[in-house]
């Protein structure tokens, strides 16, 4: 692991390992300390908890970092915004008619259990249409 004193906001070794351990555990990747969305996350990560010491009194101030799955969480959105920005977030025509019963049933129930819950996508699930030979 890269030294994580470079990271925004000194963040303790403890929760680096759980943001890690979260993406290996769902994605299967490794972000770098170089990377530009990990670097970024961290900044974004160590703003909430500056911001935090606001609202606290007394002695006892600590900054309170959000928890491993929302920075993992956050990586992953800056990663897919990038991917979004250059073109390069797309699901062809043939994966929309191939798609198992399992698999569409799988993301109905997701957009259902967002619904319930308030928390409506931002835009409805599009399949785009790829541009290939005609």
């Not at 928890?67 to 062809?92: D, F, K, V, W």
Request: hydrophobic share 40%.
């Amino acid at each position: 692991m890269a030294n994580i004193n470079d990271l925004p906001g000194r963040p303790t070794k403890t929760l680096v390992r759980g943001v890690r351990r979260v993406l290996w555990d769902y994605c299967r990747c490794r972000p770098q300390l170089h990377d530009r969305h990990w670097r970024l996350t961290w900044e974004w990560a160590a703003k909430e908890a500056e911001d935090s010491l606001l609202f606290q009194f007394g002695k006892r101030r600590r900054a309170r970092w959000p928890r491993s799955n929302e920075i993992a969480s956050r990586y992953l959105l800056l990663c897919l915004m990038e991917m979004q920005a250059c073109c390069q977030l797309r699901i062809g025509t043939n994966s929309q008619r191939s798609m198992p019963d399992s698999v569409a049933g799988f993301m109905a129930r997701q957009a259902d259990m967002l619904r319930l819950s308030g928390q409506s996508p931002a835009a409805p699930l599009r399949l785009t249409q790829e541009a290939g030979p005609a």
